[in-house]
């Protein structure tokens, strides 16, 4: 990969650091990118990389989530206005969800995607403090297409089996409502029924590693670096997953692995010195805080790596 330009000329915000100002997960972040929803500066070694305008978009669809819309249908209305938002940014736009559907303020009138007018009450307020998934949860519940009108898979042949597309989407709406054992199970389908995917298992191996499951997510992770050597934030996710088990060499091995194929990453910087710090190594921990540092000063992890270099 080349660089034309060095991440510490201009902020960037790997999808790890963006879920960390927002306080939501990574996947989030992940999937709105790879939805269109956000728009990334380069993609390097499969990670996204963003600028803080991406952040702030990012923000107001996380607000959009916590009041009850669910990214699925945020994609879809979006491309319904067309020409009037298709060439703007999320922050551009004086974009409202009603409880219902996103209304554009525009002309003093607030304007649905077909192009009907509706009532400016002005009286909707975020949710912001809800948690995301239990807002998602209670919106998917009132909604008379829920995860369970989705039609199964059949292992023993259909008429008309489900795409691979259509077996993910089904895999996130049974994420976005909290039941990630059907999503796990229908990550699972995916692979048995059109192979080995590498993006498909470090997408399981996430859903595995929230539900507890450490040891399979950690063999899911393995398994995605297998299909893809390159893959490095799976890397970056297996050393974390083993710092956790407390297999700290192994980790180090993990992130020295990640650090060879991308020495801008900053995520792999930082957990790399932690867990440098955690085996006695201080002295090459150091230069891994530094470096961290110099690539991510605004990250929301910025603040411990200076107090542990203020501590040296």
């Given at each position: 990969m080349t660089y034309t330009e060095d991440p510490v000329a201009q902020q960037l915000y790997t999808p790890a650091m963006m879920a960390g100002l927002l306080k939501i997960s990574p996947r989030h972040i992940r999937r709105w990118h790879r939805m269109g929803l956000l728009h990334s500066i380069r993609v390097a070694h499969r990670i996204p990389y963003f600028d803080f305008e991406q952040v702030q978009c990012a923000k107001r669809i996380a607000s959009w989530i916590a009041q009850g819309a669910r990214p699925a249908s945020i994609q879809r209305e979006l491309q319904r206005f067309g020409s009037r938002v298709s060439d703007r940014s999320l922050i551009d736009l004086d974009l409202v969800f009603d409880g219902r559907r996103l209304l554009l303020r525009e002309s003093g009138h607030l304007?649905?995607?077909?192009?009907?007018?509706?009532?400016?009450?002005?009286?909707?307020?975020?949710?912001?403090?809800?948690?995301?998934?239990?807002?998602?949860?209670?919106?998917?519940?009132?909604?008379?297409?829920?995860?369970?009108?989705?039609?199964?898979a059949s292992w023993s042949g259909m008429e008309s089996p489900l795409s691979r597309d259509d077996m993910l989407a089904a895999a996130e709406e049974h994420e976005d409502a909290g039941q990630l054992e059907q999503a796990i199970e229908w990550y699972r389908v995916i692979l048995a029924n059109h192979g080995p995917n590498a993006e498909i298992s470090f997408q399981l191996a996430?859903?595995?590693?929230?539900?507890?499951?450490?040891?399979?997510?950690?063999?899911?992770?393995?398994?995605?670096?297998?299909?893809?050597?390159?893959?490095?934030?799976?890397?970056?996710?297996?050393?974390?997953?083993?710092?956790?088990?407390?297999?700290?060499?192994?980790?180090?091995?993990?992130?020295?692995?990640?650090?060879?194929?991308?020495?801008?990453?900053?995520?792999?910087?930082?957990?790399?010195?932690?867990?440098?710090?955690?085996?006695?190594?201080?002295?090459?921990?150091?230069?891994?805080?530094?470096?961290?540092?110099?690539?991510?000063?605004?990250?929301?992890?910025?603040?411990?790596?200076?107090?542990r270099l203020g501590r040296l």
């Open positions: 304007v649905g995607a077909h192009g009907q007018l509706h009532l400016d009450f002005d009286e909707v307020e975020p949710e912001s403090d809800q948690d995301l998934n239990s807002a998602t949860l209670s919106f998917t519940e009132r909604r008379n297409e829920s995860p369970q009108d989705i039609p199964r996430e859903l595995l590693y929230r539900t507890g499951d450490l040891g399979a997510a950690r063999e899911r992770y393995y398994n995605a670096i297998e299909i893809d050597d390159d893959f490095v934030e799976a890397r970056v996710n297996l050393g974390c997953v083993l710092a956790e088990t407390g297999q700290l060499d192994l980790a180090v091995a993990a992130f020295q692995g990640a650090l060879a194929r991308d020495d801008h990453y900053p995520d792999v910087h930082y957990h790399l010195a932690r867990s440098l710090d955690e085996i006695g190594s201080t002295d090459k921990a150091t230069r891994h805080w530094i470096r961290f540092v110099q690539l991510a000063p605004q990250s929301p992890w910025a603040e411990e790596a200076i107090e």
